[in-house]
């Protein structure tokens, strides 16, 4: 999951995440700027500035996890 910022003539916060949960729809984990990683995926880090643009992601390895539903999100 990615997500590539440009600097606007407004500075706009978007926050990446992703919520996930196991094939009952329960155990929730979030991976964001509060929750770096676990042994499904890896956040990349919260950038707050992008005047030449910038990526951030979320590196996911579906092999090693244990919760086989992802949501992805993007807040404004």
């Known amino acids: 999951m990615l997500i590539y910022n440009v600097k606007a003539l407004v500075r706009i916060e978007r926050w990446l995440s992703a919520l996930m949960l196991d094939a009952s729809n329960g155990d929730p984990e979030q991976i964001s700027w509060t929750n770096y990683g676990n042994d499904l995926a890896e956040y990349?880090?919260?950038?707050?500035?992008?005047?030449?643009?910038?990526?951030?992601?979320?590196n996911i390895r579906p092999a090693q996890g244990t919760r086989s539903i992802m949501i992805p999100q993007v807040n404004y």
Do not use: C, P, R, V
């Open 44 to 58: 990349s880090g919260d950038l707050t500035d992008a005047a030449d643009g910038a990526t951030e992601f979320i």
